[in-house]
Protein backbone atom coordinates (compact mmCIF):
# COMPACT_ATOMS: atom_id res chain seq x y z
CA UNK A 1 0.00 0.00 0.00
CA UNK A 2 1.36 3.10 -1.03
CA UNK A 3 1.14 6.19 1.43
CA UNK A 4 0.58 9.74 0.73
CA UNK A 5 3.65 10.84 3.11
CA UNK A 6 2.95 13.85 4.11
CA UNK A 7 3.43 15.46 7.44
CA UNK A 8 0.08 16.19 7.86
CA UNK A 9 -0.79 12.46 6.65
CA UNK A 10 1.63 10.97 8.99
CA UNK A 11 0.74 13.09 11.91
CA UNK A 12 -2.72 12.08 11.44
CA UNK A 13 -2.02 8.34 11.68
CA UNK A 14 -0.06 8.57 14.57
CA UNK A 15 -2.12 10.89 16.37
CA UNK A 16 -5.04 7.52 16.05
CA UNK A 17 -6.14 6.66 19.44
CA UNK A 18 -4.75 9.24 21.95
CA UNK A 19 -6.68 11.75 19.73
CA UNK A 20 -9.64 10.33 21.07
CA UNK A 21 -8.48 10.30 24.40
CA UNK A 22 -8.11 14.41 23.95
CA UNK A 23 -3.91 13.82 24.43
CA UNK A 24 -2.44 14.40 20.91
CA UNK A 25 1.15 13.64 21.47
CA UNK A 26 3.36 12.77 24.26
CA UNK A 27 7.00 13.79 24.70
CA UNK A 28 7.52 13.59 21.38
CA UNK A 29 5.28 15.93 20.02
CA UNK A 30 6.00 19.14 17.36
CA UNK A 31 6.92 21.29 19.91
CA UNK A 32 9.48 19.15 21.60
CA UNK A 33 11.06 18.57 18.33
CA UNK A 34 11.38 21.96 17.45
CA UNK A 35 12.93 23.08 20.97
CA UNK A 36 15.17 20.11 21.39
CA UNK A 37 16.86 19.40 18.00
CA UNK A 38 20.23 19.91 17.84
CA UNK A 39 21.49 16.67 19.76
CA UNK A 40 22.08 18.44 23.12
CA UNK A 41 21.79 14.87 24.01
CA UNK A 42 25.52 14.16 25.76
CA UNK A 43 28.93 15.42 25.06
CA UNK A 44 29.46 12.74 22.35
CA UNK A 45 26.33 13.20 20.27
CA UNK A 46 27.10 17.28 20.68
CA UNK A 47 30.39 16.38 19.30
CA UNK A 48 29.45 14.68 16.44
CA UNK A 49 26.92 16.76 15.08
CA UNK A 50 29.36 20.00 15.72
CA UNK A 51 31.78 17.59 13.02
CA UNK A 52 29.14 17.18 10.38
CA UNK A 53 29.26 19.68 8.03
CA UNK A 54 27.70 19.59 4.15
CA UNK A 55 30.15 20.22 1.57
CA UNK A 56 30.12 23.68 -0.21
CA UNK A 57 31.02 24.80 -3.98
CA UNK A 58 32.23 27.17 -6.03
CA UNK A 59 30.07 29.71 -7.73
CA UNK A 60 29.92 27.97 -11.20
CA UNK A 61 27.11 26.07 -12.81
CA UNK A 62 26.54 24.54 -15.72
CA UNK A 63 23.14 23.16 -17.23
CA UNK A 64 23.00 19.83 -18.79
CA UNK A 65 21.04 21.71 -21.80
CA UNK A 66 23.98 23.85 -22.75
CA UNK A 67 26.30 20.80 -23.57
CA UNK A 68 23.58 19.49 -25.65
CA UNK A 69 21.25 17.39 -23.33
CA UNK A 70 17.61 17.24 -25.12
CA UNK A 71 14.53 16.15 -22.85
CA UNK A 72 12.12 13.50 -24.01
CA UNK A 73 12.19 9.30 -23.88
CA UNK A 74 14.91 8.17 -26.47
CA UNK A 75 17.90 10.51 -25.88
CA UNK A 76 20.25 9.76 -23.74
CA UNK A 77 22.00 12.18 -22.07
CA UNK A 78 24.52 10.35 -20.58
CA UNK A 79 27.31 11.83 -22.44
CA UNK A 80 26.43 15.49 -22.17
CA UNK A 81 25.79 15.09 -18.41
CA UNK A 82 29.50 13.22 -18.36
CA UNK A 83 30.88 16.13 -20.19
CA UNK A 84 28.90 19.33 -18.06
CA UNK A 85 30.29 17.02 -14.85
CA UNK A 86 34.23 17.43 -16.21
CA UNK A 87 33.83 20.95 -17.35
CA UNK A 88 32.48 22.09 -14.55
CA UNK A 89 34.98 19.84 -12.27
CA UNK A 90 38.31 21.48 -14.60
CA UNK A 91 36.95 24.84 -13.60
CA UNK A 92 36.95 24.19 -10.25
CA UNK A 93 33.55 22.55 -9.07
CA UNK A 94 30.25 24.14 -8.57
CA UNK A 95 27.01 23.00 -9.86
CA UNK A 96 26.00 20.61 -12.92
CA UNK A 97 22.43 21.31 -13.17
CA UNK A 98 19.23 19.29 -14.20
CA UNK A 99 16.47 22.11 -15.56
CA UNK A 100 12.68 21.41 -15.79
CA UNK A 101 11.95 18.46 -18.76
CA UNK A 102 12.01 14.20 -18.51
CA UNK A 103 15.84 14.00 -19.31
CA UNK A 104 16.89 10.05 -19.89
CA UNK A 105 20.57 8.84 -18.82
CA UNK A 106 22.33 5.88 -17.82
CA UNK A 107 24.85 5.83 -14.89
CA UNK A 108 26.33 9.30 -13.71
CA UNK A 109 29.30 9.37 -12.05
CA UNK A 110 30.89 12.12 -9.93
CA UNK A 111 33.85 13.53 -9.75
CA UNK A 112 35.05 15.76 -6.83
CA UNK A 113 33.71 19.42 -5.91
CA UNK A 114 30.44 18.44 -8.18
CA UNK A 115 26.68 18.91 -6.93
CA UNK A 116 24.16 17.23 -9.67
CA UNK A 117 21.41 19.84 -8.94
CA UNK A 118 17.94 18.46 -9.56
CA UNK A 119 15.79 21.65 -10.46
CA UNK A 120 12.23 21.58 -9.08
CA UNK A 121 10.16 20.40 -12.20
CA UNK A 122 13.24 18.19 -13.46
CA UNK A 123 12.64 14.40 -13.47
CA UNK A 124 16.24 12.52 -13.88
CA UNK A 125 14.97 8.96 -15.35
CA UNK A 126 17.77 5.75 -15.76
CA UNK A 127 17.32 4.05 -18.52
CA UNK A 128 16.84 0.28 -16.94
CA UNK A 129 18.82 -1.40 -19.54
CA UNK A 130 21.79 -3.34 -17.87
CA UNK A 131 24.11 -3.18 -20.71
CA UNK A 132 24.64 0.78 -20.09
CA UNK A 133 25.77 -0.17 -16.36
CA UNK A 134 28.70 -1.45 -17.52
CA UNK A 135 31.74 -1.66 -17.13
CA UNK A 136 31.77 -2.69 -13.89
CA UNK A 137 32.81 -0.73 -10.67
CA UNK A 138 34.10 -1.34 -6.96
CA UNK A 139 30.71 -1.78 -5.51
CA UNK A 140 29.03 -3.83 -2.66
CA UNK A 141 26.32 -6.01 -2.40
CA UNK A 142 24.63 -6.53 0.51
CA UNK A 143 27.59 -6.48 2.55
CA UNK A 144 30.02 -7.57 0.23
CA UNK A 145 32.51 -6.58 -1.97
CA UNK A 146 32.67 -7.05 -6.01
CA UNK A 147 33.01 -5.36 -9.12
CA UNK A 148 29.97 -4.86 -10.03
CA UNK A 149 27.07 -2.40 -12.29
CA UNK A 150 27.53 0.97 -11.45
CA UNK A 151 25.40 2.45 -9.08
CA UNK A 152 22.95 4.49 -11.03
CA UNK A 153 24.75 7.81 -9.21
CA UNK A 154 28.51 6.75 -8.27
CA UNK A 155 31.42 8.55 -7.06
CA UNK A 156 34.64 6.58 -6.07
CA UNK A 157 37.18 8.15 -3.58
CA UNK A 158 36.13 11.84 -4.54
CA UNK A 159 35.75 14.50 -1.99
CA UNK A 160 32.89 17.47 -1.44
CA UNK A 161 30.06 15.44 -3.68
CA UNK A 162 26.44 16.30 -3.64
CA UNK A 163 22.96 15.41 -5.12
CA UNK A 164 20.61 18.60 -4.58
CA UNK A 165 17.36 19.95 -5.70
CA UNK A 166 13.91 19.67 -5.47
CA UNK A 167 13.11 17.64 -8.79
CA UNK A 168 12.65 14.15 -9.40
CA UNK A 169 15.37 11.10 -9.91
CA UNK A 170 13.20 7.76 -11.28
CA UNK A 171 15.15 4.89 -11.20
CA UNK A 172 13.19 2.32 -13.70
CA UNK A 173 12.71 -0.34 -11.59
CA UNK A 174 9.55 -2.05 -12.33
CA UNK A 175 7.90 -5.74 -12.55
CA UNK A 176 9.53 -5.89 -15.69
CA UNK A 177 13.20 -4.09 -15.46
CA UNK A 178 15.43 -4.94 -12.51
CA UNK A 179 12.85 -6.15 -9.69
CA UNK A 180 12.74 -9.68 -11.26
CA UNK A 181 16.07 -10.30 -10.52
CA UNK A 182 14.91 -10.51 -6.96
CA UNK A 183 13.29 -13.90 -7.61
CA UNK A 184 10.11 -14.85 -5.83
CA UNK A 185 9.02 -11.80 -3.57
CA UNK A 186 5.80 -11.67 -2.23
CA UNK A 187 2.77 -11.89 -4.17
CA UNK A 188 4.95 -10.66 -7.26
CA UNK A 189 3.72 -12.36 -10.63
CA UNK A 190 7.40 -12.29 -12.01
CA UNK A 191 7.79 -16.03 -9.74
CA UNK A 192 11.68 -17.37 -9.57
CA UNK A 193 13.44 -17.68 -13.17
CA UNK A 194 15.75 -20.55 -13.32
CA UNK A 195 18.21 -18.33 -14.68
CA UNK A 196 17.52 -14.59 -14.50
CA UNK A 197 17.76 -14.70 -10.51
CA UNK A 198 20.04 -13.21 -8.07
CA UNK A 199 20.91 -15.85 -5.87
CA UNK A 200 23.16 -17.23 -8.67
CA UNK A 201 24.91 -14.49 -8.43
CA UNK A 202 24.81 -13.77 -4.81
CA UNK A 203 25.64 -17.39 -3.47
CA UNK A 204 29.55 -17.33 -5.48
CA UNK A 205 29.82 -13.87 -4.20
CA UNK A 206 29.42 -14.71 -0.74
CA UNK A 207 31.35 -17.81 -0.98
CA UNK A 208 34.35 -15.66 -2.50
CA UNK A 209 33.63 -13.50 0.25
CA UNK A 210 34.45 -16.07 2.63
CA UNK A 211 37.37 -17.54 0.65
CA UNK A 212 39.25 -13.71 0.39
CA UNK A 213 39.10 -13.69 -3.08
CA UNK A 214 40.51 -10.63 -4.07
CA UNK A 215 37.99 -8.33 -5.37
CA UNK A 216 39.13 -7.73 -8.51
CA UNK A 217 38.70 -10.99 -9.29
CA UNK A 218 34.61 -11.66 -7.94
CA UNK A 219 33.12 -10.50 -11.76
CA UNK A 220 30.10 -12.08 -13.38
CA UNK A 221 30.12 -12.28 -16.72
CA UNK A 222 26.17 -13.45 -15.65
CA UNK A 223 25.63 -11.25 -12.86
CA UNK A 224 21.71 -10.35 -11.55
CA UNK A 225 22.76 -8.44 -8.74
CA UNK A 226 20.67 -4.56 -8.92
CA UNK A 227 22.70 -2.01 -8.48
CA UNK A 228 21.93 0.41 -5.84
CA UNK A 229 20.84 4.02 -6.76
CA UNK A 230 23.35 6.09 -4.99
CA UNK A 231 25.89 5.46 -3.94
CA UNK A 232 29.71 7.66 -2.78
CA UNK A 233 32.11 4.82 -2.41
CA UNK A 234 35.02 6.20 -0.01
CA UNK A 235 34.26 9.70 -0.11
CA UNK A 236 34.75 12.47 1.77
CA UNK A 237 31.90 15.21 2.03
CA UNK A 238 28.55 14.20 0.88
CA UNK A 239 25.64 15.49 0.69
CA UNK A 240 22.61 14.15 -0.49
CA UNK A 241 19.15 16.83 -0.32
CA UNK A 242 15.74 17.58 -1.22
CA UNK A 243 15.31 15.24 -3.84
CA UNK A 244 12.63 12.82 -4.40
CA UNK A 245 14.11 9.46 -5.39
CA UNK A 246 11.17 6.82 -6.38
CA UNK A 247 11.93 3.24 -7.92
CA UNK A 248 15.00 1.64 -7.19
CA UNK A 249 16.54 -1.37 -8.50
CA UNK A 250 17.98 -1.66 -5.42
CA UNK A 251 18.92 0.10 -1.80
CA UNK A 252 18.27 3.88 -2.52
CA UNK A 253 20.89 6.25 -0.66
CA UNK A 254 23.66 4.07 0.07
CA UNK A 255 27.34 5.56 1.30
CA UNK A 256 30.44 3.13 1.77
CA UNK A 257 33.07 3.96 3.78
CA UNK A 258 32.40 7.68 3.55
CA UNK A 259 32.92 10.07 6.10
CA UNK A 260 30.90 13.61 7.01
CA UNK A 261 27.90 12.61 5.47
CA UNK A 262 24.59 14.38 5.03
CA UNK A 263 21.02 13.07 4.24
CA UNK A 264 18.87 16.06 4.19
CA UNK A 265 15.27 16.23 3.45
CA UNK A 266 14.94 13.41 1.11
CA UNK A 267 12.03 11.51 -0.46
CA UNK A 268 12.30 7.66 -0.81
CA UNK A 269 8.91 6.47 -2.12
CA UNK A 270 9.93 3.27 -3.89
CA UNK A 271 8.06 -0.32 -3.09
CA UNK A 272 10.35 -3.06 -4.88
CA UNK A 273 12.40 -5.38 -3.28
CA UNK A 274 15.52 -4.36 -1.27
CA UNK A 275 14.10 -1.10 -1.20
CA UNK A 276 15.37 0.07 1.33
CA UNK A 277 15.70 3.89 2.01
CA UNK A 278 18.75 5.03 3.57
CA UNK A 279 21.75 2.15 4.57
CA UNK A 280 24.82 3.98 5.39
CA UNK A 281 27.44 1.13 5.39
CA UNK A 282 30.75 1.38 7.33
CA UNK A 283 30.38 5.10 7.73
CA UNK A 284 31.76 7.78 10.07
CA UNK A 285 29.83 10.89 10.80
CA UNK A 286 26.66 10.85 9.17
CA UNK A 287 23.48 12.93 9.62
CA UNK A 288 20.29 11.90 8.40
CA UNK A 289 17.60 14.66 9.06
CA UNK A 290 14.23 15.23 7.93
CA UNK A 291 13.35 12.42 5.47
CA UNK A 292 10.05 10.71 4.40
CA UNK A 293 10.01 6.90 3.74
CA UNK A 294 7.69 5.23 2.28
CA UNK A 295 9.91 2.55 1.13
CA UNK A 296 9.13 -1.42 0.19
CA UNK A 297 11.92 -2.90 2.68
CA UNK A 298 13.67 -0.81 5.51
CA UNK A 299 13.64 2.82 6.32
CA UNK A 300 16.90 3.42 7.39
CA UNK A 301 19.22 0.68 7.94
CA UNK A 302 22.64 1.23 9.43
CA UNK A 303 25.21 -1.67 8.29
CA UNK A 304 29.09 -2.35 7.89
CA UNK A 305 29.71 -6.03 5.81
CA UNK A 306 28.68 -9.12 5.84
CA UNK A 307 30.02 -11.92 7.55
CA UNK A 308 33.80 -12.84 6.50
CA UNK A 309 34.27 -10.04 4.06
CA UNK A 310 32.48 -7.35 6.59
CA UNK A 311 35.30 -8.97 9.14
CA UNK A 312 37.63 -8.66 6.62
CA UNK A 313 36.69 -4.60 5.88
CA UNK A 314 36.60 -4.28 9.97
CA UNK A 315 35.16 -0.97 9.61
CA UNK A 316 32.38 0.06 12.05
CA UNK A 317 29.33 2.62 11.09
CA UNK A 318 29.27 5.00 13.47
CA UNK A 319 28.87 8.34 14.93
CA UNK A 320 25.26 8.23 13.34
CA UNK A 321 22.41 11.00 13.53
CA UNK A 322 19.15 10.67 13.34
CA UNK A 323 16.68 13.34 13.32
CA UNK A 324 13.60 14.22 12.58
CA UNK A 325 12.20 11.68 9.71
CA UNK A 326 9.28 10.08 9.18
CA UNK A 327 8.22 6.65 8.59
CA UNK A 328 5.35 5.35 6.59
CA UNK A 329 5.58 1.55 4.81
CA UNK A 330 8.95 -0.76 5.28
CA UNK A 331 10.16 -3.28 6.97
CA UNK A 332 11.46 -1.11 9.69
CA UNK A 333 11.60 2.11 10.66
CA UNK A 334 15.23 2.90 12.28
CA UNK A 335 17.07 -0.69 12.00
CA UNK A 336 20.39 -2.46 12.64
CA UNK A 337 21.77 -5.25 10.35
CA UNK A 338 21.71 -7.27 9.29
CA UNK A 339 25.20 -6.43 7.46
CA UNK A 340 27.10 -5.90 10.19
CA UNK A 341 30.16 -7.56 11.23
CA UNK A 342 31.94 -4.51 11.10
CA UNK A 343 30.12 -3.38 14.34
CA UNK A 344 28.11 -0.64 14.99
CA UNK A 345 28.47 2.26 17.75
CA UNK A 346 27.36 5.60 18.76
CA UNK A 347 23.80 6.00 17.40
CA UNK A 348 21.43 9.25 18.31
CA UNK A 349 17.69 8.67 16.67
CA UNK A 350 15.57 11.37 17.82
CA UNK A 351 11.97 12.59 16.87
CA UNK A 352 11.09 10.06 14.37
CA UNK A 353 7.35 9.81 13.19
CA UNK A 354 6.76 6.55 12.14
CA UNK A 355 3.28 4.83 11.11
CA UNK A 356 1.14 2.66 8.55
CA UNK A 357 -0.47 -0.67 8.54
CA UNK A 358 2.34 -1.86 5.99
CA UNK A 359 4.92 -1.09 8.78
CA UNK A 360 6.40 -3.83 9.86
CA UNK A 361 8.45 -2.91 12.63
CA UNK A 362 9.63 -0.08 14.77
CA UNK A 363 12.90 0.23 16.01
CA UNK A 364 14.56 -3.34 14.67
CA UNK A 365 18.05 -5.08 15.73
CA UNK A 366 18.44 -7.70 13.41
CA UNK A 367 21.89 -10.18 13.13
CA UNK A 368 23.12 -14.30 13.73
CA UNK A 369 26.08 -15.95 14.78
CA UNK A 370 26.95 -15.59 11.39
CA UNK A 371 26.88 -11.90 11.34
CA UNK A 372 28.20 -11.46 14.68
CA UNK A 373 28.90 -7.43 15.30
CA UNK A 374 29.21 -5.80 18.49
CA UNK A 375 26.58 -3.21 19.02
CA UNK A 376 27.25 -0.76 21.42
CA UNK A 377 26.02 2.87 22.67
CA UNK A 378 22.79 2.93 20.40
CA UNK A 379 20.44 5.37 21.37
CA UNK A 380 16.61 5.88 20.82
CA UNK A 381 14.51 9.02 22.42
CA UNK A 382 11.05 10.66 21.63
CA UNK A 383 10.29 8.52 18.85
CA UNK A 384 6.55 8.30 18.11
CA UNK A 385 4.51 5.50 16.36
CA UNK A 386 1.12 5.66 15.35
CA UNK A 387 0.72 1.72 14.20
CA UNK A 388 3.01 -1.03 13.37
CA UNK A 389 2.81 -4.73 13.86
CA UNK A 390 5.86 -5.45 15.92
CA UNK A 391 7.35 -1.94 18.08
CA UNK A 392 10.63 -3.32 19.01
CA UNK A 393 12.74 -5.95 17.71
CA UNK A 394 16.23 -7.82 18.95
CA UNK A 395 16.93 -10.75 16.95
CA UNK A 396 19.76 -12.93 16.73
CA UNK A 397 17.64 -15.60 14.73
CA UNK A 398 17.40 -13.66 11.52
CA UNK A 399 18.49 -15.80 8.17
CA UNK A 400 20.37 -18.07 9.29
CA UNK A 401 19.90 -18.19 13.06
CA UNK A 402 22.53 -19.61 15.14
CA UNK A 403 24.56 -22.39 12.99
CA UNK A 404 28.14 -19.60 13.30
CA UNK A 405 30.94 -19.01 15.19
CA UNK A 406 30.53 -14.76 15.94
CA UNK A 407 28.02 -14.01 18.41
CA UNK A 408 26.17 -10.70 18.57
CA UNK A 409 27.36 -8.49 21.34
CA UNK A 410 24.98 -5.72 22.76
CA UNK A 411 26.08 -3.03 25.35
CA UNK A 412 24.42 0.26 26.29
CA UNK A 413 21.16 -0.27 24.02
CA UNK A 414 18.88 2.51 25.05
CA UNK A 415 15.65 3.53 24.37
CA UNK A 416 13.97 6.45 26.10
CA UNK A 417 10.88 7.86 25.23
CA UNK A 418 8.28 5.83 23.13
CA UNK A 419 5.15 6.33 22.39
CA UNK A 420 3.17 3.43 20.34
CA UNK A 421 -0.41 4.18 20.04
CA UNK A 422 -1.50 0.50 17.95
CA UNK A 423 0.94 -2.46 17.69
CA UNK A 424 0.16 -5.87 17.07
CA UNK A 425 3.33 -7.04 19.82
CA UNK A 426 5.20 -4.51 21.74
CA UNK A 427 8.27 -6.50 22.02
CA UNK A 428 9.95 -9.36 19.72
CA UNK A 429 13.06 -10.35 21.31
CA UNK A 430 14.76 -13.70 21.06
CA UNK A 431 18.55 -14.11 22.10
CA UNK A 432 20.47 -17.56 22.18
CA UNK A 433 20.59 -19.86 25.35
CA UNK A 434 24.56 -19.19 25.17
CA UNK A 435 24.40 -15.68 24.35
CA UNK A 436 21.37 -13.90 25.69
CA UNK A 437 20.25 -10.36 24.91
CA UNK A 438 22.04 -8.12 27.56
CA UNK A 439 22.77 -4.64 27.86
CA UNK A 440 19.36 -3.06 26.59
CA UNK A 441 17.26 -0.06 28.98
CA UNK A 442 13.51 1.11 28.50
CA UNK A 443 12.38 3.67 30.10
CA UNK A 444 9.49 5.95 29.30
CA UNK A 445 7.18 3.71 27.14
CA UNK A 446 3.99 3.23 26.35
CA UNK A 447 1.99 1.41 24.31
CA UNK A 448 -1.51 2.11 24.05
CA UNK A 449 -3.38 -0.76 22.38
CA UNK A 450 -1.26 -4.05 21.97
CA UNK A 451 -2.86 -7.20 20.54
CA UNK A 452 -1.03 -10.02 21.08
CA UNK A 453 1.93 -11.18 23.67
CA UNK A 454 5.25 -10.17 22.99
CA UNK A 455 7.61 -12.50 22.48
CA UNK A 456 10.50 -12.62 24.72
CA UNK A 457 13.48 -15.21 24.50
CA UNK A 458 16.70 -15.41 26.23
CA UNK A 459 16.63 -11.50 27.26
CA UNK A 460 19.37 -11.46 30.60
CA UNK A 461 19.98 -7.81 30.87
CA UNK A 462 17.34 -5.43 30.54
CA UNK A 463 16.82 -2.44 32.84
CA UNK A 464 13.42 -0.98 32.88
CA UNK A 465 11.81 1.97 34.16
CA UNK A 466 7.94 3.27 33.56
CA UNK A 467 6.73 0.73 31.03
CA UNK A 468 3.34 0.35 30.41
CA UNK A 469 1.69 -1.74 27.89
CA UNK A 470 -2.46 -1.24 27.18
CA UNK A 471 -2.48 0.64 30.50
CA UNK A 472 -1.01 -1.56 32.88
CA UNK A 473 2.77 -1.72 34.13
CA UNK A 474 4.85 -4.24 32.29
CA UNK A 475 8.01 -6.31 32.76
CA UNK A 476 10.11 -8.40 30.35
Partial sequence: MTLSLTRRNLLKLVGQGSAAAGVVSLSGCSGAMQADSAFAWSDEATAIRSRIVPPTFADNALRITETGAKPGKGQNVGPQIKQAIEQVAAAGGG???????????????????????????????????????????FTRWEGTELMGYSPLIYAFEQTNVAVTGKGTLEGG??????????????AAQWGDDPVENQKFTRDVLRQMGEDNVAVSERVFEANYLRPPFIQPYRCKNVLIEGVTIKNSPF?????????????????????????????????????IEDCLFDTGDDCIAIKSGRNGDGRRVATPCENILINECKMAAGHGGVVIGSEISGGVRNLYAQHCEMSSPDLDRGIRIKT????????QNLNYRYLRIGKVKDAIVINFYYEEGDV???????????????????????????GYPHTPITGVTLKNITFESVEKPSVIENVADVSQHNVTVNGKPYEI
Fill in 95 to 137: KVVVPPGEFYTGPIHLLSNINLHIEEGATLHFIPEPELYKPYV
Fill in 368 to 375: NSIRGGHL
Fill in 404 to 430: GQFMPKLEAITIDNLHVVQAKRAFMMR
Fill in 173 to 186: GSPNHWWPWKGKWK
Fill in 251 to 287: WLVNPVLCENVTVRAVHCDSHGPNSDGCDPESCKDVL
